[in-house]
């Protein structure tokens, strides 16, 4: 879901300004400019599509793990294993984004030559939103798919131990004239991030999010951050976050579950991993004829009949693509929260942030 509802204390900035400052930012953290671009990147954007769990709010927290939590501001990826269509990479302990670019780039260049290609990655970090890798796929005709773990913030259907995380997937599939398949999402009704943004915003959390700590269903922000995510579909959805966080972490020695970390201790870093795979179309379908198929689906979907209380059906990552449309022309909005630990970070580490004022 693209936009938050409820109480706007929000003022919007140039996505221009914003990035400048972000970017200034995690090159003071000891990151190359190259690496600092790639992570200021995928988070301007996230905010642009209105993800904003998985934008600039992050930054004091992404400082933390540079300057005093352990990640390596200039951790380099690298192969260790490389069969044909499969290979594992070590991400040096670096900020999940580079080594998630840098897998999913070896991924794509692979898939070229043997049709699909997977990329699994240890020794990584928190990797944000998982729609950013999948559409470096969909830019070049091919089928993106991303996985990740994440800190356990669910417990097994029945229990009430945090021993299952998130572990979002994203899945890319391009169209030809019409707005490409995007879906990003994770195995819970909602994320600890996005819990965040409302508790900045002053908004109730919904019914049928969270539980508290015995497992009973609230409404209360601070009993939901501290209890649990509910799962979507119930324990269909554990399964399924079970499944995905297994991809993200087995077949790279990352850290499954509870090996990852903890809510209260925070993450141990290193111990994240993700799993990246491209899919060439050209290796199975000529691609201007796929494409067209897809423009017909998306057109079948959207010419439904709608439900009461309905306007119009949206295509997942339609509405995104449409928000960051509009909030390229008309910037970012960010509430005070957020602008404010910006703001904060900037001063410690000398960068000029006016342009947040």
Not at 164 to 189: C, K, M, Q, S, Y
Not at 231 to 259: D, F, H, R, V, W
Request: a negative charge; one cysteine or more.
């Amino acid at each position: 879901m693209a936009e938050y509802p409820g109480v706007d204390n929000e003022r919007r900035f140039p996505h221009e300004a914003l990035h400048g400052i972000v970017r200034a930012i995690f090159e003071r953290c000891g990151m190359a400019h190259a690496d600092a671009e790639v992570v200021t990147d995928q988070l301007v954007k996230a905010d642009l599509r209105g993800i904003h769990s998985h934008g600039v709010m992050r930054v004091p927290l992404y400082v933390g793990k540079l300057t005093k939590g352990g990640v390596d501001p200039r951790g380099r990826p690298r192969l260790t294993k490389d069969a044909p269509a499969a290979m594992v990479v070590d991400g040096g302990n670096s900020m999940g984004q580079i080594a998630g670019t840098f897998a999913m780039r070896q991924a794509i260049a692979r898939a070229g030559t043997t049709g699909v290609a997977v990329a699994a990655v240890g020794n990584s970090n928190h990797a944000g939103a998982m729609e950013y890798y999948v559409r470096m796929a969909i830019e070049i005709d091919m089928i993106g798919i991303a996985t990740t773990n994440a800190l356990p913030t669910m417990a097994p259907w029945g229990g009430i131990d945090k021993l299952v995380g998130l572990n979002p997937v994203g899945i890319g599939i391009p169209a030809g004239e019409e707005t490409p398949l995007v879906l990003d999402f994770a195995f819970g009704a909602t994320a600890h991030g996005r819990m965040q943004v409302y508790k900045q915003k002053g908004i109730p959390i919904p019914e049928g999010w969270a539980f508290d700590r015995e497992g009973r269903p609230t409404t209360d922000i601070d009993e939901a951050l501290a209890g649990l995510v509910q799962p979507i579909g119930m324990y269909k959805g554990i399964g399924l976050a079970m499944a995905a966080g297994i991809l993200s972490t087995l077949l790279s020695g990352a850290g499954y579950g509870t090996e990852s970390g903890n809510m209260v201790d925070g993450p141990i870093p290193g111990r994240d991993g993700q799993f990246y795979l491209a899919l060439d179309i050209a290796a199975f379908e000529d691609v201007a004829t796929f494409k067209t198929r897809m423009d017909r689906i998306i057109r079948e979907y959207r010419s439904t009949r709608l439900a009461p209380g309905f306007k119009r059906v949206f295509v997942p990552g339609e509405m995104e693509a449409e928000l960051e449309f509009r909030q390229r022309q008309d910037g970012v909005p960010l509430n005070e929260a957020t602008v404010q630990g910006i703001r904060e970070v900037a001063a410690r580490l000398g960068v000029d942030a006016s342009a947040l004022q």
